[in-house]
């Protein structure tokens, strides 16, 4: 991030005075993300200057420079002034230490682990000051952010005592990023990762999202996408990626990537890819070896196998465990793990989408070796705006599972829309599995804490790219802020989430916090209300999932079909996974299934995931099921329109630049949450035939003008 | 681009000193171009600031804005101090006048024309001022332009008088862009058009766009690849090319697209795309005044037919002029011009590619409309590293024929070769035809001086994307530079370019800009000499156009393989083009064939693409010709190295982040010029069997290594 000269005033007795000085203010491009240390007002300013009075770090380490780096800029920039290191302690400095660089220090590190840290304002040598303290440089580093983030927000800064430190292991993004540049199912331009000219240039960028990352304690980073090409595995790709761990090494970031499962073949014509052939074990053993030479605390490997037309251990019918442990072989000696996705539906069978993966890995449960963790999607189907939690969790005791959540907006309004997925990470970690009793949490479950487990994670699917701000908007920003704070610390809630967020992006001020805040909030759930409501899910067209699309029936497999998800007919709507369908339910544990089964217990917002119901079927707000249906859309579509509203009130408050990309999004997005709401009520009433309730406008096309609509040129796709 | 804040002392008496101030400098990213105003010295400050002392601008319009705003900023940026607007006339006044704001101009204006200007050092009052004068406020906007390039050169700011008015009327830029977000031979990441997301939201990079090319007097641009999808010319995208057109218009750019042939029948099902049908004529017409109703100054159309697969008039028997006048007729009643490419070779002629654009197109010589100018590559095959000048430059005398010259470096080492394409245009520019005589050069063919035309043009296929440095490279960035200025002045020198952009993009100081332009001077010749020496062409590997191919021969068309261009075989080199062999050499004037007709008397950089010669052919240098070929290729590989030592020397003088672009980018070119050195060498000398000359080293790899190198992910490639 670029750092910023500052007008300081200083007085020189004596001197002329020369012509006012009118600055041009720093234009806000979204590229400082929540690391923007903005001048502080008035009364703020002084209270940080008093506190950050120096820094006292002993040690040279490049993360201990990246850390005390980190607290000169930020000082510097919310206060103009830019703290010395000291080797002493004076009043009011801050102290990095560690047990090892700190003899008998005051504050404990007991239990931060390697990455936690603690932070106590303290006395030594008569002088108060703040101790951030951690076992490691990267847990000071931690801290360090910690602190910035407190200064940023208006927090008092004395009296502090925190500690803090991860559940999850492994915090990672996952960059579904292609060798040629383009990001499958990203919206914020081309890959961040310049494969061309790595690994001798290596541009700011990487730095700037290492910090990024770090200061929200996001680990590890896997740089290629799920479908992946075996080219990643060669030598000069190794090499470029090596380049790129380097940068990330200090920061506490580790490198990860995806492998395609015929590499051997592909890359040195083996015969088979069979996960028992010796040959295949030892060309893998040797490519692990060739990766740990380069990069020598590489992560390890992220599978996405017989998965969409992707090759897998299932080719040479064998099991996943087999491919999975097969690849965990190959990196155990060097310390690294492998992550096999559950994503699996396979294309030959008929059974409901919505199981199959529970159908295929439930059976393996304490198959796996220990350094095999198995990636689950949060819900049963794919990153839908609104998904039960997957069946998976909890069902699998024997098998440490990880989450996978997905950042990027694949439908989610991509770049455009305004939908802080914090409440959506939020829901699904705390659904109750109740696979041990009421309280068995999918947090607990990927904490490791409900069945024992310590190999843990949670992965996010990256929304970033080469965009100036990252993300695609400035408000996609938060979803992967709200991700890396959730994945440090699942019981954070996403409100607190998103007022930290807002104060470090726009301002601790809380005329704009709050109704920041507040547009916030509602906003993934007006979402849900206007694309995909009371349950429904994968009513996208086809392709770039961009838009409605509920009449699509025509793709060659059923469960692409919109059509198969709905099943909307005369009578009613939704998909019957109860016994008298297709008994998804049964794979969740009783309580829960006994709840599903049936309609009137069902969390209404899940209703029609679970079940087929009439139109007349009575919702708690005494609406039958297809006025209720109208109102969401209406509903949804009313809440753009207040955002807008509640944006246009934070104009004098926000700068030009992000308040007009923002404002321009939300006119989009109100105009694509009218069409999402008009196309499908114009599909759904052809359908059951009903007039829309009092109150509610006809759709302003026919449905063919709705259907009619293309996209060749949509982004993320191909 | 961004203004900043800046560090100004200023006095005020009694005030206690605050603590000292550490600034953290301002990165540079390459964002700012030449526009970076950065502070000036301590000698040179106030005497800027005494020059620009208030801004004297009668008169609102957006372009007088626009012109006032970027001297404030200018001046605000070099010294700390912004001019304030004033009413009057103030001693160190900058002034902006034109007939119409300012009766009793002192200044005259005649002979500037729309878009020229003069600065003159003037009295007025008896105050000392600068005056910019102009007929309109876009010649205020180039003179503003001009002014602040004075200021930041440190070229003395008195006794100033200065006319400038261009000669070419068309000075363009072609974006080879796809609606898609990929730039067809781009290196600078994606299309700076987020066609997506406008007409809404219109990001900052557009206005700086503009500023950038009216600050070299670049006053059009076609947004989209001639190779042209027909949805550009649909109404949502002529929406969004409004939005562009009303954001350049202020500055003087006006907005062209091109268009594809068979567009009546894509998008409203004609059946035909024979341009005397007098429905296609109709859907042309309407189309016209559809896109004039949205953009009103709409400049016109660019079209590729027949070449390259494209459709064209000839796919209905009808002539390139036919279809040119079609379209002429369509725009001409709103003031628009069509420009026809005539780069044309057949797929199925087996005569010469470098004769067949003349062959087509002399005999259309004075058939086409008055609105319609002929677009002419610099040379006859295709933007190579050297190319004779193309034989249509003065053999169309009653055709206006406007220039394309490419500055995206498709074939000179795309984003990393430092390659300064200034000598490269000057060459072509200043070739002389002997069309009409002595003297009758590429410019005054061009400019219309020639042969009496009023229309006018030349364009340059852009170079520019989403990179932060929007041209791939620092030193790319020149060539862009370059082509402005002397598209305004074709009598300006590249060395005068060079040092100009030199003093505003790294320094005024003529310690760093010295060793800089020596650099860049050289630097074209360079590539040329581990390339393409003594008039090779199209040797590059196919279809990334990235690296040396000489012995690709296994392509479709005959003119597609390098062995075509080079024809080596065991006793010579070279491609006969005098009449023993293709007589090309016969298009041109009778003049230049004389001197081409003979090896002797052939320029030795143009040798072997006019002539094949033996291997023992006598070199001016003694050398005989396989000598001179391998020399070649090693002056060029160390000519590389010598630029990375002066490089190196500069490192105290550049910042961080730009100095350690090119040195990275300097380690990339010289490892490609050797390959490009020893795969050539490999290949040729397979041919020659010639023992290398003493002193230079064999290749580091056999023929095959080098033919077996695969870049499946170059960039700008499909």
Request: aromatic fraction near 10%; include cysteine; hydrophobic fraction near 40%.
């Amino acid at each position: 991030m670029k750092a910023r000269l500052f007008c300081w005033m200083i007085a020189m007795a004596g001197t002329a005075l020369t012509p006012v000085l009118a600055p041009v203010a720093q234009a806000e491009d979204g590229y400082d993300l929540w690391l923007r240390y903005p001048p502080a007002d008035q009364a703020r300013a002084p209270v940080l200057a008093a506190h950050a009075t120096a820094i006292v770090a002993a040690g040279t380490s490049p993360t201990l420079t990246i850390a005390t780096q980190e607290l000169q800029r930020g000082i510097a920039g919310m206060t103009g002034t830019t703290p010395a290191m000291s080797a002493t302690v004076q009043q009011g400095a801050l102290l990095l230490a560690t047990p090892a660089s700190t003899p008998a220090l005051p504050v404990k590190t007991d239990g931060l682990g390697a990455e936690g840290y603690a932070i106590r304002s303290a006395t030594v040598d008569g002088k108060a000051v703040t101790i951030i303290a951690a076992n490691s440089d990267v847990g000071l580093l931690h801290g360090t952010y910690h602190w910035l983030r407190l200064a940023q927000s208006g927090t008092s800064l004395d009296k502090l005592d925190i500690r803090s430190a991860p559940k999850i292991g492994l915090r990672l993004l996952n960059h579904w990023d292609n060798l040629n540049g383009t990001v499958e199912r990203g919206y914020s331009g081309q890959s961040i990762w310049d494969w061309w000219r790595l690994p001798d240039w290596k541009g700011p960028r990487y730095s700037d999202y290492a910090r990024a990352n770090a200061s929200i304690g996001i680990n590890g980073t896997v740089l290629n996408n799920v479908n992946a090409k075996a080219d990643s595995l060669t030598a000069p790709y190794i090499e470029k990626a090596s380049a790129l761990a380097d940068i990330f090494r200090p920061y506490g970031i580790k490198v990860y990537l995806s492998v395609k499962w015929t590499a051997p073949m592909e890359l040195d014509g083996l015969k088979t890819a069979d996960p028992l052939d010796p040959q295949v074990a030892a060309w893998w053993k040797a490519k692990a070896d060739e990766i740990y030479k380069a990069i020598p605390d590489f992560g390890g490997f992220l599978v996405k196998a017989n998965s969409e037309g992707q090759p897998g251990p299932q080719d040479y019918n064998r099991t996943h465990a087999d491919g999975a442990n097969m690849l965990a072989a190959a990196v155990k000696p060097h310390g690294g793990i492998v992550m096999w996705r559950a994503f699996v539906y396979a294309h030959d069978n008929p059974d409901d989408r919505a199981k199959q993966a529970y159908t295929d890995f439930k059976p393996l449960d304490g198959k796996f070796a220990d350094n095999v963790i198995v990636q689950v999607k949060n819900g049963a189907i794919d990153f839908q705006p609104r998904e039960p939690f997957h069946p998976l969790f909890g069902a699998m005791p024997k098998t440490p599972l990880m989450m996978e959540f997905q950042i990027t907006k694949e439908y989610l309004g991509q770049s455009t829309h305004l939908t802080y997925l914090g409440p959506l990470f939020e829901e699904t970690l705390d659904a109750d599995t109740y696979a041990k009793g009421k309280g068995s949490t999918v947090a607990k479950v990927i904490d490791g804490s409900l069945e024992g487990h310590k190999l843990t994670g949670i992965a996010g699917v990256a929304n970033i790219g080469v965009d100036r701000d990252w993300s695609g908007s400035i408000f996609n920003q938060a979803d992967w802020y709200a991700f890396g704070r959730l994945a440090w610390d699942t019981s954070l809630s996403a409100e607190t989430i998103a007022k930290e967020w807002a104060e470090m992006t726009f301002s601790p001020d809380q005329k704009v916090v709050q109704p920041v805040v507040k547009m916030m909030m509602g906003s993934r759930e007006a979402a849900v209300d206007y694309m995909t409501p009371l349950g429904l899910a994968h009513v996208m067209d086809t392709g770039h999932h961009y838009g409605p699309g509920p009449w699509v029936s025509d793709l060659a497999r059923p469960e692409w079909n919109p059509v198969y998800y709905h099943k909307a007919d005369a009578n009613g709507i939704g998909f019957d996974r109860t016994k008298s369908g297709s008994d998804a339910v049964g794979q969740y544990a009783a309580p829960v299934a006994k709840l599903l089964a049936n309609a009137k217990t069902t969390p209404e917002r899940d209703l029609l995931w679970f079940h087929h119901v009439p139109w007349d079927y009575r919702l708690k707000s005494g609406d039958n099921l297809w006025d209720g249906l109208v109102h969401s859309y209406d509903r949804g579509v009313t809440y753009v329109a207040d955002m807008q509203t509640t944006w246009t009130s934070l104009k004098p408050y926000v700068d030009a630049e992000r308040f007009a990309e923002t404002e321009a999004f939300l006119t989009i997005q109100h105009r694509e949450a009218q069409w999402w709401r008009d196309a499908s009520i114009a599909y759904f009433q052809s359908v059951s035939k009903r007039p829309l309730p009092a109150g509610s406008a006809e759709p302003a096309h026919d449905l063919n003008w709705y259907k009619a609509l293309k996209f060749p040129y949509a982004p993320g796709h191909n």
